[in-house]
């Protein structure tokens, strides 16, 4: 089996929480963020939108990869796009990076929290049964992917940071590194 690192990566769909919990997370546990939506704009030099309206979703699904790419197996918190799980190779990159959770809900909260939110897939008529689509799709490579997952649904940000930090507490004594 390949070597997990010390990191603590966020996974899930677009709603769930993940740009939200994961600068809570750094900040409680005084580590380093690394967004990898954050990366990719940074890199590209434009927003997200940018990089769909000019590269189209191949194009940032690149970039994405790069920017994962660039992630240490350091400790620290990962934030990542709802899509990352899509491509087997990044899955991998995730993994070895370290302990991987899914923030999951149910779909209504999900498409609520999504609400107004810019988000360059939605930007068409038919977003609601687009968003059912893509969460039914991704739901299976989310939870192949996690060595934990989290129901958001539930809980308010603050009561799934307090989730979050038992269950790193909990995992501490069982994690050989
Ligand atoms: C995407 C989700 C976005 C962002 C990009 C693509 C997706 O991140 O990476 O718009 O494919 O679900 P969030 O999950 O933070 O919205």
């Not at 977003?127 to 958001?152: C, G, M, N, Q, W």
Request: hydrophobic share 40%.
């Amino acid at each position: 089996m390949r070597a997990r690192g010390n990191g603590i990566v966020l996974i899930g769909f677009m709603g769930a929480g993940k740009s939200s919990v994961g600068p809570e997370l750094a900040t409680r546990l005084e580590l380093p963020l690394h967004d990898i939506d954050s990366m990719a704009a940074g890199a590209a030099g434009c927003t997200i939108s940018e990089i769909f309206a000019r590269e189209g979703e191949a194009g940032f699904r690149v970039r994405e990869t790069a920017a994962l790419a660039e992630l240490r197996e350091e400790p620290a918190i990962v934030v990542t796009g709802g899509g990352i799980v899509v491509a087997p190779a990044n899955i991998e990159a995730l993994r070895r990076l370290g302990m991987v959770v899914y923030l999951s809900a149910n779909e209504e909260t999900l498409w609520r929290r999504t609400g107004g939110g810019d988000r360059p897939l939605l930007q068409t008529t038919d977003a609601r049964a687009v968003f059912s689509h893509l969460l039914k799709i991704r739901e299976p490579l989310y939870r192949a992917t996690a060595d934990f997952v989290v129901d958001t649904s539930p809980q308010t940000l603050p009561e799934t940071v307090e989730t979050l930090l038992n269950l790193l507490q909990d995992s501490c004594h069982h994690h050989a590194s």
